[in-house]
């Protein structure tokens, strides 16, 4: 456990596999390179606390400074790597300084997709990923300002709770019938969109953008829709989705679609070579490969290779769980919906919470929780052990979810053989 272990990226994922690292005993030297400033911090509050003003920006932060001293992690913040030579195992800073390295981690995360419209690049034109990002918005929104939302995915729809919150006059647009359409089921997105309205916000779909309209001064006045129509705006928040960031590994000349191809241990092509995060696409154990955008995946993943390099790999099988916040609703999902063919909702819609459980055929696949943590915690168990309650007890809000799955849970095999 003495090797050199370089970390690309200094976010939540490239953080956590230093931290496990040390945790794990590993006493090689572990650099985490970072091309933003200051120290590492997590991004959901950005969206949440940050935005409506609840939380200053620093708190963010994932460990205090003397952290990273204390545990001998060589932080380099403020520098990009810039080239990777495979053959000499080096990385190159855009300070010029080489770093040897006996496992590289890549863990550069992702960056917003541009809006490829007319008037994209006006002022008053943001995106939301980086701290930096999160301040600025902060600081146009106010009770007189009207908010245009591009993307009603989660972080559009978090902008626009915490837009709503500061009193600003809010409309999201959304180009596919219905919001969050690959991420959430029908019943649970219906349900957000109703908080949403209530709260003030207008939502409109099947909304094609034409442009940014420009106020003659190079600053956005307003969104034209594909029709003509002009919804006047005095910011512009776009919020379609991320980019994988892969160009290190291409530059390295590590396979990459969509995301940094790994096996299931997470490894590259190169076997001194690991990605995680949101800038990887990995196999899951049923063989379908996906790259996921949570701090779980991205927390889980790092603490997996942290184990690999101390260790040895091992495949990486964790249920993915995500959570976002919306005005007064906690919405936390366990599992992945694709392919899901019904649902089944537990608990009252109207009433303090309720989930939604999502089936393929008779195969549990995900459950969407409002403001229910109990059930969230019994889904995640339930789809680590592959077991799929029957409708009936899973709509029973008096079944008791985890006693289900001990008493009708094969038994784990015996520790004795
Ligand atoms: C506003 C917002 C709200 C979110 N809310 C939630 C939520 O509620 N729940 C949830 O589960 N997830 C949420 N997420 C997603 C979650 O934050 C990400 O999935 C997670 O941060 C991914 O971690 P990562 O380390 O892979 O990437 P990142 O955290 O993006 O870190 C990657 C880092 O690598 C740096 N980098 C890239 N290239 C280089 C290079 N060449 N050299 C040096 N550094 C480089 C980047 O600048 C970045 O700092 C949210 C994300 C955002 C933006």
């Known amino acids: 456990m003495t090797g050199a272990v370089v970390i690309v990226g200094a976010g939540q994922a490239g953080f956590q596999v230093a931290a496990s690292l040390r945790q794990r005993g590993h006493q090689g030297p572990v650099t985490l390179a970072g091309d933003e400033p200051g120290l590492p911090y997590q991004r959901p509050p950005l969206s949440k606390e940050v935005l409506a003003g609840a939380a200053a ?21 403020g520098q990009q790597v810039v080239g990777v030579d495979r053959d000499r195992r080096t990385v190159t800073l855009s300070s010029g ?36 990002d999160a301040v600025a918005i902060r600081d146009r929104v106010t009770a007189d300002t009207r908010v245009v939302v591009i993307g009603a995915g989660f972080i559009g729809l978090e902008v626009a709770a915490g837009a709503r919150k500061r009193g600003a006059e809010v409309t999201v647009l959304e180009v596919a019938p219905r919001v ?22 207008s939502i409109r779909t099947g909304a094609r953008i034409g442009r940014i309209a420009d106020d003659g001064h190079g600053r956005a006045a307003g969104v034209v829709l594909a ?4 919804l006047h705006a005095d910011l512009v928040i776009v919020g379609v989705g991320v ?28 076997p001194h070579i690991w990605a995680i995060g949101d800038c990887c696409r990995f196999p899951l154990p049923s063989g379908q490969h996906v790259r996921l955008e949570s701090v779980q995946n991205a927390t889980d993943q790092a603490r997996a290779v942290a184990a690999a390099i101390t260790g040895g790999p091992a495949p990486y099988d964790a249920v993915p769980w995500f959570w976002t916040d919306q005005h007064d609703a906690k919405l936390q ?7 899901h063919d019904r649902t089944v909702l537990r608990g009252d819609p109207d009433g303090d919470g309720h989930s939604v459980f999502c089936y393929a055929g008779e195969r549990l696949v995900a459950v969407e929780s409002i403001n229910r943590p109990r059930d969230h915690l019994a889904a995640r168990k339930l789809l680590a052990a592959s077991f799929s309650p029957r409708a009936e007890d899973v709509a029973d809000d008096a079944v008791d979810l985890r006693e289900l799955l001990a008493v009708t849970a094969p038994a784990p095999p015996s520790a004795a053989t």
């Not at 620093?58 to 932080?75: G, M, Q, V, Y």
């Not at 300084?97 to 960056?111: E, N």
């Not at 029709?227 to 002009?230: A, S, T």
Request: aromatic residues 2%; proline residues 7%.
């Open 243 to 270: 980019a994988p960031a892969t160009d290190v590994a291409e530059q390295a000349g590590l396979p990459v679609d969509d995301g940094v191809l790994v096996d299931a241990t997470l490894r590259t092509e190169d």
């Open 57 to 77: 920006p620093e708190t963010t932060a994932l460990r205090p400074e003397a952290f990273f001293a204390k545990h001998d992690i060589a932080l380099r913040s």
């Open 97 to 132: 300084a080489a770093l040897d390295y006996d496992h590289l981690v890549l863990a550069t995360g992702a960056r917003p997709r541009a809006l490829p419209k007319p008037g994209a690049d006006l002022d008053g034109v943001l995106a939301l990923r980086t701290l930096d």
């Open 333 to 339: 999902i366990a599992g992945l919906l694709d392919g």
């Open 227 to 230: 029709g003509g129509e002009l």
């Open 180 to 201: 969050m359409g690959r991420a959430l089921s029908a019943p649970s997105a219906a349900h957000l969109v109703g908080r949403h309205e209530r709260a003030g916000a």
